[in-house]
């Protein structure tokens, strides 16, 4: 492929003599030979025991290091992704590496304006604008004690239960006072069902059958549950009044009609916001599909290093890691990044056109453009200005986004 670049470095004499040096420093602190104290061990005394061939990985590690970074601070290598690096030769002499370098892909762009793609109207429908004010209302409800009546859907059922198979009884199959949310199918299949139209203090045997789906040694396994209502909760709404709206909390919200007119402004909000993503993946999608570009199988790993790395991090700040996420989705690393894949080569893809669209439009980034993100975004995160240029890598990150942003326009407006 034409964005592939192969960089052959050679280190001799001195150099890599300075390299077996410094590889040899490195180990010292660790080396332990029979008559020397740990870590007081010379060079030539270690070389003649264990072979100069022992401070060959090492400096060659510190050769790779060093050289790659001349490679990168050269302006005319054009690296995007991390390199292959092979060892041609090695030996007490010198060594010979190859850098393999992969560049920005050729793209060609094609049709990215006028793309026949309309973006969808945005409606609020009096029906959406009730069930929403439903959920505040069961958000706000009051679950209170149900003095009369029997167990139904929506109810919490306080319950003591006894499980029995095989006539023993089941071991994690009991409880007392346990609260269960009819309707949470947090039970095997058939229990709060067998529950619903008990009365408190009413006792109950509930005959039934384990998911073939369950656990080896209890699936298909008939079983028999004692079950008593102890107590039943139910939830109940507040009424729209005066202590309601106080209540509720929001500015101007202080009658039905208001809270109707504030909830179909916010849904408005949100679908408009939903409508725009849709409109504009529809965009990118459409304009992509219209470029042409071939794509390295390194610059794909390397996004979905990426995209791993950022799961990563957001499991972290959830008190797990990758390992555990696999394990629960029930995927090897290999499987989970083959999905991944799509995904990637999207985001490369829309990366690239947009880069291009920045050049064929000659967009341009004033400082003003670039003051005015940084203090919006500022002040979405809550940050100091300073603060948010660090968090992000600096201004040169925040004039890309800006240049993407102006590039998205572009296709939008056309």
């Not at 949470?184 to 203090?201: D, N």
Request: glycine share 6%; hydrophobic share 35%; aromatic share 6%.
């Amino acid at each position: 492929m034409k964005n592939v670049k192969e960089v052959v470095i050679e280190v001799k004499g001195k150099d890599w003599e300075n390299a077996l040096d410094k590889a040899f420093n490195k180990k010292k602190k660790d080396i332990k030979i029979d008559g020397f104290r740990k870590g007081s061990v010379t060079k030539e005394i270690f070389i003649k025991k264990a072979g100069i061939e022992a401070l060959f990985m090492d400096a060659a590690d510190i050769v790779v290091d060093d050289e790659f970074k001349k490679i990168v601070s050269d302006k005319k290598n054009d690296i995007v992704c991390e390199p292959n690096v092979s060892i041609e030769h090695i030996d007490k002499d010198g060594i010979k590496v190859k850098f393999t370098l992969i560049g920005h892909p050729e793209v060609k762009l094609g049709k990215y304006k006028d793309l026949g793609i309309k973006r969808e109207k945005v409606t609020v429908t009096k029906e959406e604008i009730e069930h929403e004010i439903h959920h505040i209302m069961e958000h706000m409800a009051e679950i209170v004690v149900k003095e009369n009546g029997e167990v139904v859907e929506g109810n919490t059922a306080v319950i003591d239960f006894e499980g029995i198979v095989d006539g023993k009884k089941l071991d994690g199959g009991t409880g007392a006072n346990y609260p269960l949310e009819i309707g949470s199918h947090s039970f095997i299949p058939g229990f709060e069902e067998g529950i619903v139209g008990m009365k408190v203090g009413e006792k109950k045997v509930l005959k039934l059958t384990f998911p073939e789906n369950y656990t080896p040694e209890l699936k298909g396994k008939d079983v028999e549950f004692t079950v008593t209502v102890r107590e039943i909760k139910e939830r109940v709404e507040p009424e729209m009044n005066k202590d309601f709206f106080e209540d509720l909390g929001i500015e101007g919200v202080d009658s039905k009609e208001s809270l109707e007119k504030n909830v179909k402004e916010e849904l408005t909000h949100q679908k408009e916001h939903q409508a725009d993503d849709k409109y504009i993946d529809e965009l990118l999608r459409k304009a992509t599909d219209n470029m042409t570009v071939e794509i390295n199988n390194e610059i794909i790993d390397n996004e979905i290093d990426r995209m791993s790395a950022q799961l990563e991090q957001e499991l972290k700040m959830q008190g797990a890691n990758l390992e555990q996420y696999l394990a629960m989705v029930g995927t090897k690393l290999e499987d989970f990044r083959s999905t991944l894949k799509p995904q990637a080569i999207a985001r490369i893809k829309t990366r690239y056109l947009l880069e291009e669209v920045v050049k064929a439009e000659k967009i341009t980034v004033s400082k003003e453009d670039i003051k005015k993100k940084i203090k919006e975004e500022a002040a979405k995160y809550g940050m100091k200005e300073e603060e948010f240029v660090s968090a992000v890598g600096g201004e040169e990150v925040i004039k890309y986004e800006v240049e993407m942003t102006k590039a998205i326009d572009i296709i939008k407006e056309s």
